[in-house]
């Protein structure tokens, strides 16, 4: 009775294969030099600048939390779409009015800057 | 020992083992992949009990994003989990909390063995898509006209959630000359590192 | 076949383990992702009950749920940020000075 | 085509909410055009205004809507008017504070306003998905306010304590419901209060556990004692009009909601009103003795409002319409002189670089009577002196707990009381009868709290000596579907 998951499975197995090919061919069968720049990391060509570990500027994640929110909206999309012709027009000013509030959110993140690159 | 049983038993191993390896851990970005873990062997046992969407949901918007989120905002506040951490808190409490919340879960499960619970899922439960459980066609439905109400709802949370965000996270230099509240201002590495 | 108690005892053990790490862990981040724990182990054991009561309304309040999920973990981060551009600590033992 | 007739889709139902939510979009949509630092604040007040005439002219129209997830019953009503006005008073209580602070953002209003429609969404639906919904909406405007004064440490640790302490709470209350569904197969309580008895002869262990989990989670919400512990440190880390706020709506929110799900809901189940019984025993108690040996007005008030939950809890315990009655008429009387108490320690906490303890109290009276004189009638009213409403409020939740046999139960109350008026007297006591050799620097008034501090001083003592209105009022906002 798994019959609906068994293409699934397949894609993952295969994926996971080719990747740990992969992986396994480089390890065992790869030339292996380690000495002068080659060990550095690579950055398109120019010479590396900085560590690993001075700390990402903190006005990313500006970005990262008001994604995760405006995900949520197109999240509640995806089942309405599934039904909207079945709703008509009590789901389609549902929906409005959903989205006029988060509209709201998105047009006060604007008008105060919330994203601004300086 | 059927295949259905098999899959549960191997996701419940899964699931508690990288939760409980997620509490364990010193490095918060481990943490967090261990949740993730954690989260898509949920998953499964969500797609287990028919509910097909939410499995989907689950490991693309709360696995995909919010836990990326996490790891976001521990990349960024470059946590590498060798902050000292102040003293342990004494083994004594430490304990007492384990063993409150053993008993507290043995208690709960002692409520699910006794309690009746409809068998009628003794049939295949993957097979259900067919029957219209869980897919989400069915949610689509439920949602949008019974639980009209709480949808519009979470509407003005995200919003509350978007405001509270902005206020919080917003670099605001009318803040800097405080008021007599401030007893330390941000240490100078930091100002440095703030880019 | 497995029967639907034993999922809710997953459910509940997730919990269990989820308030062991609140309780326990000193990291805010890690308490906050053990809260996450909990309120997925609510949601495993919401879709528990509604396949057992063959009833759809549990999945409509588990989608629900992961809503409120992203928008506490979206302001909760913002406070941890904010309180760590104060600070440059995130253990949470040390933020005593209020202590009475 | 889906039919949606039956769909009760009123409006009218939800006039309060709606106006509430447009108020809050124009303060975010102008706050984001043009920094206005007033203009917030008198929109606020215009759709707060708006707000409370909505709700009370919607009193005693009892119908549900929206596919039976809202039930405006009177009951929901005075919760509304109560809600309204409070957020309504604490507007104007920290208007001037804010400014002080540098921290008056336009969004504080907005969170204010939107918070408060959580508070209405909740008191107004016998629903668990509304009442989780409600909650979060109630909740997540209130961490950020508590973080308001970003650069005060302070501030940001009150903030992150009652974000850790409200997600845990919220993950119980969520399991609890997940337990009462599976028990019952719903989640709206008319239909769990149905078939109770059936319910609890077979699922009988899933009610009992997801009852307790829900209560759980409203302990922490509520600060009942096993899960008080957060309380101090936010109440006196956020910034003090925020606090009023917390000590006051929020408490009284949650108490809607549990009177709705346990009195209503499981009203079958005994053992819950002698799990209160215990409860309120040990909110007094504790909220008492702890509330004795503090040096600070506002960490005072903080434990106060502990001791006054478990006041509230004896209604709980008790159970029935005299109690419930008696519950709603307690929890207008605390909104009334908590309020002015924290009108009071906010005037004196807005002069730069005073905290409101005990050390800085001398003086007062000398320099300042009448405000020393109103903060001695609000102390008076929360420990509950004849005069004022507070001992009335405290006389009619003991009768009705001694009418239905808890003669135990009201003698402790009895005892918390006169305990609870030793350390509200050392307040008196430290501002009218010490002496200290430093002066006693001047408080600057604005019409907005003179506004508040004589509302709730009339307040107070009015209702004090004419409490029928409001005994009417309270007597008929009981559930309309018990």
Redesign the interface.
Known sequence: MFETFYPILFLVIVATGIALLLIFFSIFFGYRSKQGRKGNPYECGLTPVGTTKDPVPVKFYMVAILFILFDIEVVFLYPWAVISRKLGVFGFVEMLAFVIILLVGYFYILGRGALKWD | M????L??VIS?IV??FS??M??V?RN?IA??LY?IV??VA?AV???????L??GS??I???AG???V??L????????R?N?D??E??PLVS?AT??I???L??L???F?????????????????T?STG??S?????????????????????????????????????N???????????T??E??KK??? | MVPVSAYLIVAIVLFGIGTVGVLISRNMIVMFMCIELMLNAANLALIAFSRSLEVMDGHAFVFLVLTVAAAEAAVGLAIVLAIYRNRETINIDRFSILKW | MIDYTSAGIDFGLIAPEIALLVTAFVILLISSIRRLNAFPIYIAFIGLVVTLALSIQQWSNQESGFFGMISCDNFGIAFKILFSATSLLVLLLGYRYMIARGIDRPEYSALLLISTMGMMVMANTTDLVVMFLGLEIMSVPLYVMAGFARRSLRSNEAAIKYFMMGAFASAFLLMGIAFVYGASGTTELRRIVADISFISSRHGAYIYAGAALILVGFGFKVAAVPFHSWVPDVYEGAPTPVTAFFSVAPKAAGFAVMLRIFLFGFADLEILSDVFWVLSVLTMSVGNILALRQGNVKRLLAYSSIAHAGYIMVALAVGGEEAVSAAIFYLVAYTIFNLGGFAVVTLLETRSGCRSNFSELPGLAATHPYLSAILALFMLALGGFPPTVGFLGKFYLFAAAIKSGYIWLAVIGVMNSFLSVYYYLRVVKASYFETSDEPFTPVSYTPAIVAVLIITAVGTLGLGFFPQQLLEFSRSAIFAFL
């Open positions: 059927s295949l259905d049983t899959i549960f419940v699931a508690v939760a409980t997620m509490i851990q918060p943490s967090v949740l954690s989260l949920q046992l969500y797609v287990q009990l028919g509910a969407f939410l949901i689950l693309i918007v709360y994003a919010i836990l989120l996490f976001f905002i521990i990349m960024l506040l470059n946590l989990g902050e951490l102040g342990k808190s430490q909390k384990f409150v919340s053993i507290f879960v208690e709960l499960v409520v699910v063995r006794s309690g009746y619970v409809a068998e009628s899922i003794a049939t295949g439960v993957a097979d898509g459980f869980g989400v066609e069915d949610v689509a439905l439920l949602l949008f006209t019974r639980y009209l109400y709480p949808f519009e709802l979470t509407s003005i949370l995200l919003l509350a959630a978007i405001v509270g965000a902005v206020v919080m996270a917003r670099r605001e009318r803040d800097i000359q405080q008021s007599m509240f401030v007893e330390q941000p240490s590495t930091f590192g703030q880019g």
